[in-house]
Every structure is written in C-alpha cells, then in structure tokens.
Nanobody, 115 residues
Framework: QVRLVESGGGLVQSGGSLRLSCEGS????????MGWYRQAPGRERELVAI???????VYADSVKGRFTLSRDKAQKTWFLQMNSLTPEDTAVYYC?????????WGQGTQVTVSS
C-alpha cells in the first residue's frame, strides 16, 4: 500500500518562505508523476506544481517564479520550496503522486500566510 506523508506547513508572514516535503512509502519503485495541489477555503482544489518522470515540471501561473518543485534521486521524496509568499497562498497543500494509472494523496498540510 502506498502512503504519502507531508511535512513543513505552518504560519509565515507575507514575503516569507516555507519548504514542504512529501515522502512516499510502500510498494513503489518510482512514481510516474509527483507534485502538489492546494485548496483554499471555499475554493476547489487546484494544481500548484507537478513533475513527470522525465523531470518536466508544470507550475500554476500564480506560483511561477516563486515556487520550485524538486525531488530526491530515489524519486520517493519531493519538495516544494515556496518563496515570496502572499496571503493568497494560504491553503491546505496536498501531496500528490501517480503510479501507473493509480493516484495517491497525502493528508494535507496547512500553510497560512499572514499580511
């Protein structure tokens, strides 16, 4: 069974930085895609950034130039470096991965940016 565990959320002032981590465990060799989504109160879950096995990364327009998605060599842990945070980035951030045709989600970690 695949399990994703996030860490690194918290409260930060506007302009600050946070780094989220997601560690995958279970019967996996490597994920075919990995990344992050977020959901703000009253809004639908949206893509933040996602990386395919070929290392191509797609970012939401709202985070381009501020957020960076990276992963370790084993492709079981990935990170979201978030810089120049604004209150609009406040949301629950969900770790996401695909393995073949199956999709997996973490439990979510709260990111709150104060003005």
């Amino acid at each position: 069974q695949v399990r994703l565990v996030e860490s690194g959320g918290g409260l930060v002032q506007s302009g600050g930085s946070l780094r989220l981590s997601c560690e995958g465990s279970g019967r996996i060799v490597s994920f075919t895609a990995m990344g992050w989504y977020r959901q703000a109160p009253g809004r639908e879950r949206e893509l933040v950034a996602i990386m395919s096995s070929g290392k191509h990364v797609v970012y939401a327009d709202s985070v381009k130039g501020r957020f960076t998605l990276s992963r370790d060599k084993a492709q079981k842990t990935w990170f979201l470096q978030m810089n120049s945070l604004t209150p609009e980035d406040t949301a629950v951030y969900y770790c996401h991965a695909k393995l073949s045709t199956s999709a997996f989600w973490g439990q979510g970690t709260q990111v709150t940016v104060s003005s």
